[in-house]
């Protein structure tokens, strides 16, 4: 036995503490008992700093690569439909997937809060390990550090996701022309709306619950397709109008939706109005915008709805010429308004 | 303009507030005024959820990706020779470097605390651009989150690299064999020491500055001398005798240092004395550890000494057969003690 032997970690009981992230014996076995088993691969068991990984796709037959990062500190860590772990390995394979790219690897930067439960912990990585099985997207390097109590807020998870982007393959924001179709790939506001339900301990008829998912599937499933697909991002922070908002100002075009075509759950909508929210403005974690050319709508639409995780996918609304770049709503009523984004904070620490 | 129009953010006497998270309009302006501002490069300025890259060593002559990650919670945030911002870069350039491989890009994920100074905030944002344009390695997506008062503490960077590693190059941890020197490229200590000393509000006759520094070119300078490499870490958390114990585990192998060889600043030396430190076990974040093959230890050493990072290198031990894997010091008295790791917390939140 070497000198300094620790007992194994009481998952049960244990609390993270300051040792947990300070370098030493505690921070190994922490590694060890917990995350190791947990996300364990074999380019995570290499054991280094870093993680050393194959490039099939880009060394066949050229290609990109594609980079994103997400931190999240949703509150609270656990809700109705997920929870802070599967939220965070979910978020950012949607990051490069919706650039049109394949995610192959996620990096994870965890800060703790010294109190927090390994017993969460151990909950919360068990959900990671899960999401990234179920979506093939391996955990390959991983951080720790650990906070004194009060300078944090339990468990910060910040992950970081690589894929590769097919020669030729040209998605993103500033690609929408006039005349383009807008497609929603189901219902609007279930994550946010979740989440504030728990927060304020609220409950309805029907449970609410977060639509965090992986949509790498069925973004492989459009582009399949063939389709001319101009634009996809997921609606989070923010919601659709942050999401088209966005898009607009980059495109330099205007969008007009029809709200009769929006779909969003009745339960969710009922729960924005109690709330006082725009279901428009609240963060979703498993839905697809899509913009494509007019002409392949309705195979995008049919392709969305075939798909376990776009049965209730629609058709929104269009892109127009406009050079004040605005996003208008054509009401239930047959007015129209604006839809602008957030100003203000509506919804905070909701991803 | 658009509706909802906002005065340019007030950079020197302006706080964080929630929305600067939300994903409304604040959160674009902050993006836009300050992380583009600074950061700016073709692949931020992408504007999607993700930056789209090019993979040019790995198209043209086959190789690996190496990824890495680190989470930055040090505290106090400006530090002698530093602050969280060029550390946050600096450290992961280093975890992809010591894997052998060539750091590509980085992305950035912010956690920021509502009221935190937006100077303080744009002082860090422009010390982390300095350290990437000088390190050649720009940030080319992030992520920037707003907890509330009181839930985090200023500012944690979490930042992710990506590298390409030439096809062959075997680098790692497990690689040490018995008989392999062991050198370090410069003094130890220097880095805890000056946070430490911050900290607790120490001064010392002479200035202790932190180490913080990106080691890649002194690693691609070790790699074009042909010598047989083992293994390269940068010793920050827990010090040397946390990587060099980590290295003799993951190699089964024990190792032998001479503590009349391994440098040490005397004033760091002085003051990990006062201060009850081992300068073993405080944390580096610009030197290297290398283990190379005994017979090239002197051209190591040598191209160490020859460069700017490099100048007070020394070969500290070598690396022995010990089924218990002890990493043991011949003391200056001619003594032998064991270098254990840490078990519990010296110096928390050093990086």
Same mark, same amino acid.
């Given at each position: 036995m070497k000198p300094g032997y620790v007992r194994p970690l &009481? %998952? !049960? +009981?244990g609390c993270v503490d300051m040792t947990h992230g300070a370098g030493g014996r505690a921070m190994v076995q922490l590694i060890a008992e917990l995350f190791a088993r947990h996300l364990g691969n074999e380019y995570l068991g290499q054991g280094n700093d870093g993680a050393v990984l194959p490039a099939p796709t880009i060394s066949g037959k050229g290609g990109k690569l594609v980079m994103a990062t997400d931190s999240h500190v949703v509150s609270? %860590? #656990? #809700?109705p439909g997920g929870d802070i772990g599967c939220l965070s390995v979910h978020g950012t394979i949607n990051d490069v997937a919706v650039m049109g790219a394949t995610p192959l690897y996620l990096a994870a930067g965890f800060i703790l809060e010294e109190g927090f439960p390994l017993a969460d912990l151990a909950r919360i990585v068990e959900s990671m390990a899960k999401a990234a099985r179920e979506a093939g997207v391996p955990v390959v390097t991983g951080d720790t550090k650990v906070v004194e +109590? *009060? !300078? *944090? &807020?339990g468990i910060f998870i910040t992950t970081t996701g690589v894929g590769v982007l097919p020669e030729g393959r040209d998605i993103g924001g500033a690609k929408a022309r006039p005349g383009d179709a807008i497609l929603v790939s189901g219902n609007l506001g279930d994550h946010g709306v979740a989440i504030m339900s728990r927060r304020e301990n609220l409950s309805f008829d029907a449970p609410i619950a977060s &639509?965090? $998912? $992986?949509l790498h599937g069925l973004v492989a499933a459009l582009l399949e397709t063939g389709a001319d697909i101009r634009a996809l991002r997921d609606p989070t922070r923010g919601g659709l109008a942050a999401t088209l908002n966005e898009i607009a100002t980059q495109s330099g075009v205007g969008m007009i939706l029809r709200e009769k075509d929006i779909p969003v759950n009745p339960v969710v909508a009922a729960a924005c109005e109690f709330l006082g929210l725009d279901p428009l403005c609240v963060a979703n974690e498993g839905k697809l915008v899509c913009i494509c050319a007019d002409v392949d709508a309705e195979r995008v639409l049919a392709t969305m709805r075939a798909h376990p995780l776009g049965a209730n996918a629609a058709l929104i609304g269009s892109v127009s010429a406009d050079d004040h770049h605005f996003v208008q709503l054509t009401t239930m009523l047959g007015g129209r308004r604006i839809v602008d984004w957030l100003a203000g904070d509506q919804l905070p620490r909701i991803c």
């Open positions: &009481d %998952l !049960k +009981r609270p %860590l #656990f #809700f +109590r *009060g !300078k *944090g &807020d &639509d965090t $998912a $992986a």
